[in-house]
């Protein structure tokens, strides 16, 4: 047989899109809501043009071309979102310098990465992709949804409001980066505030000479036209609200100083990503109105994580704070239920609390709470069916729809499994059969390509 073009091009691409299911009626199924409506037993759900209709028990649903799934003994929740992901991305840090707010990951986004898929088969839907961790002002974030087989555009999350990511210790002042880097300012954390100080306040002075909304405009007639600056029109967007800031932060000491920046101008931090010493400073940050994305039991990889617990997200959780975990890794991204799991573990909070963790919690410091986080009525169709309680090790996801398109199914990939195998047999073949004895050719390609899997740590560690 021959090769089939397939979407994305390469393993487990689809030989054609998925298309939404008009009408899907689910049965039977224990649906997690994570909304106000809580778990429902053996319950129904209905989605109609990719958005929730009805959940409830005994659905009477009428009308033709009805696609049903019995869901009996099966568990159904919501999409999971990760917080702070890199898949999808060819590249993640601008280190050359420390403000970098003119750069954008969506200009670099691979829809093709075989991890979209991989974090689908765990029952991923939606991800916040962010610029690394090597500058105190990095670049632009990019919120998408995990649409495999679509293009950089179709996997946007277009109602996802703009962020960017900020970053603060050691990364920045570049204390594990060697001896080669060891100029570029900031080397301290004193420098690091002022380096954010200073550019915030050109920001302003950027805003009032052009009288942006928000700000009073300078009045000069002597002035020369003011030249538009793209990393000062990302930090004006900040003062104004429209742009949400998603800080990497590890000490008490530089979260407590990034919180005082934004009051200071005016804003509000939507995050302090990984956060290890929030429990620290809790109620401050639940002041602050702040959300904490944590990680649920990373430690001692280096110095400035020396005191971070298990307990840090739920002591947060307990005083007021919005707290979800986040992966920082596509591997670990395609194990967000059992992440939430350790909540239960690490502070006793209900099983339905510890999955808000990755669902609705996330999707509200996303400002994404709309659309999704939850299944209710009137919210985007994403959904997951699990064959077990998600927040077991034991479960599996069965099958990862969004907006009532199904872009993963466990059946699916089995068979798609066996016919990768087939399409390598069939290549080896050809080779083997092939008459070519050119000797002169190399064996080997002259470099290998490596498809590198980026995080926070490229640029610096983590």
Known sequence: SELTPVYPEGAYGFSQLPEQTKKI??????????????KFENADMFIK??????????????????????????????GLIDAHNHSSAFAINEGSQSVTAEVRIYDVLNSNDIAIYRQL????????ILHGSANAIGGQNAVIKLRWGQDPDGILFNEAPQGIKFALGE??????WGDKFTTRYPQTRMGVEQIIRDAFTAATDYAESLGLKGFEKKSDPNSLPVRKDLELDALVEIMQGTRWVHSHSYRQDEILMLSRIADDFGFTIAT????????????????HGAGASTFTDWWA???????????????????????SYNSDSNELARRMNTEAAKAVKYGGVSQEDALKFVTINPARQLRIDEYVGSLEKGKHGDFVIWNDNPLSSYASCEQTWIEGTNYFNKERDTAMREQIAAERNMLIQKIL???????DKPMKPKGDWHNHSFSCSDGGAR
């Open 433 to 439: 059969a092939s008459d070519d004895t050119d000797e």
């Open 121 to 128: 088969a765990g029952g991923l839907t939606t991800a916040n």
């Open 301 to 323: 990889y280096k110095f400035e994580v020396i005191d971070a617990i298990p307990y840090n997200g739920t002591l947060m959780s307990s005083v007021g704070v919005l707290v």
């Open 25 to 38: 009626l689910i049965k039977n199924a224990t649906i997690w809501t994570c909304g106000p409506e809580g």
């Open 49 to 78: 043009n990719g958005v929730i209709e009805k959940i409830g028990k005994d659905l009477n649903v009428s009308g033709k071309d009805i696609f049903k799934i019995d869901a009996t003994g099966k568990h159904v929740t919501p």
């Open 272 to 287: 302090f990503q990984h956060v290890l010493e929030g429990y620290k400073i809790a109620e401050r940050l639940a002041e």
């Open 171 to 176: 990364n920045v002042k570049q204390s594990n």
